[in-house]
């Protein structure tokens, strides 16, 4: 957020003072060994407002970006953070590539090899420096949803506690008590197929009427 600050401030001034700005391009034009970004600053030179005008609205998107962030984080809404991780994400890979074109600036319009690996070394730490910043921020709705996770089990947990106290289990003790003996397995196959053994057993049948026949029935 103050790094969009600073580039506000900066983007106010230079639209303010935009003629300063054209001739400061143009003696970096004709001084240095500007290679590739040589075109890029021919372009800023021909009209250094409208550049200066998308570093203002820019910046102000980002300040405002910021702040819902920091909102969301506050709230503890991931839904309004997405958008600055993204948007940083972009911006650490702009600052990366604009590190990288310095460096080489550096290295065609300079001789000291000492400037080159402090610069080197600047740049290095700068870039470890924001892209953990940003590591911070992107982890942050992670660490949220696993302190929702854990607050939900705990309730759940609290929930069968509670049902456990008000509503024990009405199992009469004696049944608890009673000890049960199964037979073996093999005992219990046997007993399947025995038929039980029946001796002067009268089996009686009616017929029409009621007269009733009767026979002895010996197995």
Same mark, same amino acid.
């Given at each position: 957020?103050?790094?969009?600050?600073?580039?506000?401030?900066?983007?106010?001034?230079?639209?303010?003072?935009?003629?300063?700005?054209?001739?400061?391009?143009?003696?970096?034009?004709?001084?240095?060994?500007?290679?590739?970004?040589?075109?890029?600053?021919?372009?800023?030179?021909?009209?250094?407002?409208?550049?200066?005008?998308?570093?203002?609205?820019?910046?102000?998107?980002?300040?405002?970006?910021?702040?819902?962030?920091?909102?969301?984080?506050?709230?503890?809404?991931?839904?309004?953070?997405?958008?600055?991780?993204? #948007?940083?994400?972009?911006? @650490? !890979?702009?600052? /990366?590539? =604009?590190?990288?074109?310095? *460096? $080489?600036? +550096?290295?065609?319009?300079? #001789?000291?090899?000492?400037? @080159? !690996?402090?610069? /080197?070394? =600047?740049?290095?730490?700068? *870039? $470890?420096? +924001?892209?953990?910043?940003?590591?911070?921020?992107?982890? @942050?709705?992670?660490?949220?949803?696993?302190?929702?996770?854990?607050?939900?089990?705990?309730?759940?947990?609290?929930?069968?506690?509670?049902?456990?106290?008000?509503?024990?289990?009405?199992?009469?003790?004696?049944?608890?008590?009673?000890?049960?003996?199964?037979?073996?397995?093999?005992?219990?196959?046997?007993?399947?197929?025995?038929?039980?053994?029946?001796?002067?057993?009268?089996?009686?049948?009616?017929?029409?009427?009621?007269?009733?026949?009767?026979?002895?029935?010996?197995?």
């Amino acid at each position: 957020m103050f790094q969009g600050l600073l580039i506000l401030v900066f983007s106010c001034l230079g639209h303010s003072q935009s003629q300063l700005v054209k001739d400061e391009i143009t003696n970096w034009i004709n001084d240095y060994n500007l290679i590739y970004a040589k075109s890029y600053l021919e372009d800023m030179q021909a009209d250094p407002e409208k550049y200066l005008s998308l570093g203002i609205s820019f910046s102000s998107i980002y300040i405002i970006v910021c702040i819902i962030y920091i909102y969301g984080a506050y709230t503890c809404n991931n839904m309004l953070m997405v958008t600055y991780i993204l #948007m940083e994400l972009l911006r @650490l !890979i702009l600052i /990366s590539t =604009l590190v990288a074109t310095f *460096l $080489l600036l +550096i290295k065609q319009n300079t #001789m000291d090899i000492g400037l @080159l !690996i402090g610069a /080197s070394v =600047l740049g290095g730490f700068l *870039l $470890l420096g +924001i892209f953990y910043l940003w590591v911070c921020a992107a982890n @942050l709705p992670i660490v949220i949803n696993e302190m929702e996770r854990d607050e939900q089990a705990a309730i759940i947990n609290k929930l069968q506690h509670l049902l456990e106290v008000n509503n024990p289990k009405t199992v009469p003790r004696a049944l608890d008590t009673i000890p049960f003996s199964a037979q073996p397995e093999d005992v219990v196959n046997r007993n399947v197929f025995i038929v039980p053994r029946q001796t002067g057993t009268h089996v009686s049948n009616r017929i029409n009427g009621h007269s009733r026949i009767t026979k002895p029935y010996i197995t």
